[in-house]
């Protein structure tokens, strides 16, 4: 009985020894680690071939080297920068001698220059539109009650290089003074005037108003009347279709001192309004009036008959 005591302690001893080792024991892991090894890169190195004979002489570099047992021939490039050299063979008893290599040529790359771009010239302005004394269009800018506005806007259209003059008008029974550039021979003509006027005046509207029929082609012969007819001759300013623009006119020479009327021709809507000087008993007097007329008024008159 002691026996079996003793042989069961021991036992179980044992287990409590060996048994928690079986139980918690984990088996060793194995741990892989994978690393990337660079190679570094080959050598630049330049090879050459050279023959050298066995009985002496120089070595050379040959142009291309067949391969042993092949017919195939291998190309060989030389490069620019590595001139072909020859080397002599040296004799018994002699020191070799390096022969310096060639220098190479520097190579020179022409460097093209920037193309510079002509600066874009500005287009070329258009000359003002030339009036005419004999012109049937003007355009109409404004009437004003004071004489130092017309000025000032007459003074700003002739900087535009624009033909301007004033009138004189009459507005609710007080004098004004009328400002209109012209005249001008056609209605697209007076246009581009007022175009050109409002370009540079965004203020300057203007409009294109018929001022009068177009004057006689020339002026009448000389021989169109006898000698020392009293009365028979006139300087014709214009024309009008509207009695009111023939009224403005005729108050524009009266005001420049010149003896003027207005008479009428046609029926209904043939009729006309004409804007004349004189009467004059003579031809010369009369070139004389439209030489003045032309000077004080700017507009050239033809000679007419009266009766």
């Known amino acids: 009985m002691k ?9 179980i001893a044992l287990a409590v020894i060996f048994v928690p080792m079986f139980l918690s ?32 002489g120089k070595s050379t570099i040959p142009e291309h080297v067949p391969a042993a047992g ?16 020859e080397v002599p063979y040296p004799q018994q008893g002699a020191q070799p001698q390096a022969t310096p290599a060639a220098p190479a040529k520097p190579t020179t790359v022409a460097t093209a220059k920037p193309v510079e771009a ?36 007459i003074a700003s259209a002739r900087k535009q290089g624009l033909s301007a003059y004033a009138e004189t008008a009459d507005v609710d029974g007080k004098p004004a003074t009328r400002v209109r550039l012209g005249p001008y021979e056609d209605r697209s003509t007076a246009e581009a005037a007022r175009l050109k006027l409002q370009k540079a005046d965004a203020k300057l509207k203007g409009s294109v108003v018929e001022i ?10 000389a021989a ?36 003027s009327f207005v008479d009428s021709t046609g029926q209904g809507a043939d009729k006309l309004w004409r804007v004349r000087l004189g009467p004059e008993p003579d031809r010369a007097g009369t070139e004389k009036l439209r030489d003045q007329v032309k000077q004080k ?3 050239t008159g033809m000679i007419v008959t009266v009766p």
């Open 224 to 259: 169109a009347l006898p000698a020392n007819r009293a009365g028979g001759w006139a300087v014709q300013l214009g024309a009008f279709k509207s009695q009111d623009e023939a009224n403005k006119l005729l108050a524009r020479a009266k005001g420049a001192g010149f003896p």
């Open 118 to 153: 002509a600066p874009a010239k500005p287009a070329p302005e258009r000359a003002a539109p030339a009036a005419s004394p004999t012109g049937r269009y003007a355009v109409h800018l404004g009437v004003f009650a004071n004489a130092a506005n017309a000025d000032a806007l």
């Open 70 to 85: 092949s017919d195939d021939k291998v190309a060989t490039v030389e490069a620019g920068p590595n001139p072909r050299v």
């Open 212 to 221: 009068a029929l177009a004057q006689p082609r020339q002026d009448a012969p």
């Open 297 to 299: 008024l700017a507009i």
């Open 25 to 56: 024991g984990t088996p060793p892991k194995t741990d892989t680690v994978t690393e990337n090894l660079s190679i570094p890169p080959a050598p630049e190195r330049e090879f050459q071939t050279r023959v050298v004979p066995a009985a002496g």
């Open 3 to 11: 026996q079996r005591l003793i042989g069961a302690a021991v036992l």
